[in-house]
């Protein structure tokens, strides 16, 4: 996996070619996969590039929520490799779901129900009310949960989505939506997913620099920053 899109800043060389924007975007080469899209499509091409990435790779694409900062990427892609398909939350808008089904292979629409989507690969579902997000669970010798902002709330996610598997997860990775959160549920968040067994974490995008401190104050060598470049 090689995050694409961050608004956090990892290696100084790749962040003096590339440019942090708020959002997320990864790529999951073992499944050709790409985890949301950024919010500016031309500098997630550009990233691409720079990374030696080729966009023709890409068969699937999985949306995690309809949020800007996850979506704006989308038609800069599938322009380019129109041969794709979407895994796509149904709370995005109707009239757009109609339009992306004539401008790419397939689109696959994921509803509150959890689904294998590829071999070793899931949905959570839509997880939530105020923002409907589903979350990406990799069944692998190593278990993962991959969040586009976690709105859910991490420690949540994390337990649908070991009850989907029947496994412990061993890295939750992505946005834990604690931006905005006080130190006592940033605290709440940490004991919970410690307690699920989770061995490793990479808090990214929308987690807040507080809360990644928390985290690597908890986690120590395994918790793994974020960035544009960031290879797992």
């Known amino acids: 996996m090689k995050i694409l899109f961050d608004n956090n800043n990892f290696d100084e060389h790749i962040?003096?070619?590339?440019?942090?924007?708020w959002g997320f975007s990864a790529y999951l080469q073992e499944y050709k996969l790409l985890f949301d899209t950024g919010s500016n499509g031309r500098f997630l091409l550009k990233h691409m590039e720079v990374l030696s990435m080729d966009v023709k790779e890409i068969e699937y694409i999985f949306v995690s929520h309809s949020h800007w900062d996850h979506i704006g990427g989308l038609d800069s892609i599938i322009e380019l490799n129109p041969d794709v398909t979407l895994f796509v939350p149904e709370s995005l808008p109707k009239h757009l779901i109609?339009?992306?089904k004539t401008l790419v292979k397939e689109v696959i629409i994921c509803t509150r129900k959890p689904q294998q989507l590829l071999k070793g690969v899931y949905t959570t579902g839509l997880l939530g009310d105020a923002t409907a997000e589903q979350s990406l669970?990799?069944?692998?010798?190593?278990t993962k949960v991959i969040t586009g902002c976690g709105h859910f709330g991490i420690q949540n996610i994390t337990q649908v989505a070991?009850?989907?598997i029947g496994k412990k997860i061993d890295f939750a990775i992505g946005g834990f939506h604690l931006l905005r959160s006080s130190e006592a549920e940033i605290q709440e968040s940490i004991n919970v997913v410690k307690a699920l067994g989770v061995k490793k974490v990479l808090p990214t995008h929308c987690t807040g620099d507080k809360a990644i401190q928390m985290y690597k104050d908890v986690f120590g060598e395994n918790c793994f920053a974020g960035g544009i470049g960031v290879k797992i």
């Open 15 to 21: 962040c003096s070619i590339c440019k942090p924007l």
């Open 162 to 164: 070991s009850k989907i």
């Open 98 to 100: 109609n339009d992306l």
């Open 137 to 142: 669970v990799i069944d692998a010798k190593e």
